[in-house]
């Protein structure tokens, strides 16, 4: 049985003790139904399948964060004693190549018999820990369940239980995903510090050359790379720009239109067309900017007598651009119909026009939310990789020419840990550095969004 196997048949039992749960209450209710209990029957039915899922789920996450080691270490201890006494590093191989048998991706055709023996090993005793933990955690949920149908009665409080098990799971997940956060956090800052250990932070903040090659042997070509980010920073910087500067005015002006403007069979037919440019893959912008849009600028630059790259930050730009406007006009439309109508009234009748309105009391009013919806504008321009792959490039060019080739910290850092690579090298560790200055650039638009949302925000009954 599979761990994915398990899981459905331990929802399928909450399914059922569910149904056996709510059978119950209503049977102990005697003739009185519904009245004569305390909380409705769902809620007694709801108790029993939680207390069937929640015992079995702890079970089985338990099990799968200590199976692995356990079988490991079952495996090991029966490896020849040359074998388990080699380094961890070694060892770690031989463990890895264990799991390949196991898993079926054999490299070589010719397997050592030692290796087979293990790979045999280890699928029995996983084999053996599966078998146990169906048998434990089918148990426990049975047991639980049955558990709680014999304790309902008409005065348990069943309500008042499923609430604070389903407060608790909340809780839980809130703390997982801020936990998951932190995480992140410290784990990318951990590997930044290990990079400026190695390069000096004033280098890689304000050096003026990118390019993070580092050779094996000190008399090669690059051997000393370059980790000066400003290139990088201001290529993200660029194209970002541009794309904000296509998506904010269109976005903005749809928005206004659509809500202030147009007819209800105008708008119920126009906005879901918009918003179908969000749900369209970034790798078809990819090729949209790379096989039509820079071809036309270049082309068009060409017919000017200007020397204009195949691939360049305008072209990038615009399309990112066209790609992030449903975020901003989507956005903006809800913001701008959820401001009362009182206050369009009330303009009006003060003799104020349309435009007016428009300006004066249904912009400031809708700004908090406008200023949300560009800033989620800003972070997916920021965020952005594979448009910039396709129509911008991978060279880190220090330019403010938007028709030359640049990069983004994005593409930089897909660039950096693609494939195989060694993390004690400069080059692997200078992606968590870009990484690190990214979440920093980003934490910073989330303050400067705040405190303007705080300063224009009013208050309205």
């Not at 039915?45 to 799968?64: D, K, M, N, S």
Request: aromatic share 8%; with cysteine; proline share 5%.
């Amino acid at each position: 049985m599979t761990p994915i196997t398990l899981l459905i048949i331990v929802l399928i039992l909450s399914s059922v003790f569910y149904f056996v749960g709510r059978k119950r209450a209503f049977a102990v209710a005697g003739g009185k139904g519904a009245r004569g209990l305390h909380s409705l029957p769902t809620y007694y039915g709801a108790l029993t399948a939680l207390w069937c899922a929640i015992p079995a789920l702890l079970v089985f996450c338990l099990w799968q964060m200590f199976e692995t080691a356990i079988v490991t270490n079952l495996v090991i201890r029966d490896l020849p004693d040359q074998i388990r006494m080699l380094p961890p590093e070694r060892l770690g191989l031989v463990i890895n190549d264990i799991r390949n048998l196991v898993s079926g991706n054999i490299v070589s055709g010719e397997i050592d018999p030692v290796m087979q023996m293990a790979a045999d090993r280890y699928r029995n005793v996983q084999a053996i820990s599966m078998a146990a933990l169906t048998v434990i955690a089918l148990a426990l949920a049975v047991l639980a369940a049955l558990f709680v149908r014999q304790k309902i009665n008409p005065g348990m409080r069943a309500r008042n239980h499923v609430e604070t098990v389903v407060k608790i799971i909340l809780i839980l997940c809130s703390t997982i995903a801020v936990f998951t956060t932190v995480g992140i956090v410290l784990s990318v800052l951990y590997e930044s510090i290990r990079f400026f250990k190695i390069i000096p932070l004033t280098d890689f903040l304000f050096g003026l050359e990118w390019s993070p090659q580092m050779a094996i042997r000190a008399d090669q070509v690059g051997s000393s790379g370059a980790f000066g980010a400003i290139p990088v920073f201001l290529g993200t910087a660029m194209i970002s720009v541009i794309a904000l500067t296509v998506a904010v005015p269109i976005g903005l002006m749809s928005a206004i239109y659509l809500s202030e403007y147009a007819g209800k069979k105008f708008r119920d037919a126009a906005k879901p067309l918009m918003e179908i440019l969000a749900g369209i893959p970034t790798v078809v912008y990819g090729f949209f900017a790379a096989l039509t849009v820079a071809p036309f600028i270049r082309n068009s630059g060409g017919m000017l007598g200007m020397d204009i790259s195949s691939e360049s930050a305008l072209a990038a730009g615009l399309v990112m651009g066209i790609m992030i406007i449903p975020f901003v006009s989507s956005l903006s439309d809800d913001v701008i119909n959820a401001v009362p109508q009182a206050l369009r009234d009330g303009a009006y009748g003060l003799g104020a026009t349309r435009s007016e309105t428009i300006r004066h009391v249904v912009i400031p009013a809708a700004l908090p939310g406008i200023v949300g919806g560009i800033l989620l504008a800003a972070s997916r321009a920021i965020g952005e990789t594979m448009i910039v792959v396709m129509a911008a490039g991978l060279s880190a060019n220090l330019t403010a020419n938007p028709l030359e080739t640049v990069t983004t910290v994005t593409v930089q850092i897909v660039t950096l840990l693609v494939g195989d690579q060694e993390f004690d090298s400069p080059k692997t560790l200078a992606a968590f550095a870009l990484g690190l200055v990214l979440f920093v650039i980003t934490l910073c638009l989330n303050v400067i969004a705040l405190h303007v949302v705080r300063k224009y925000r009013e208050q309205y009954e």
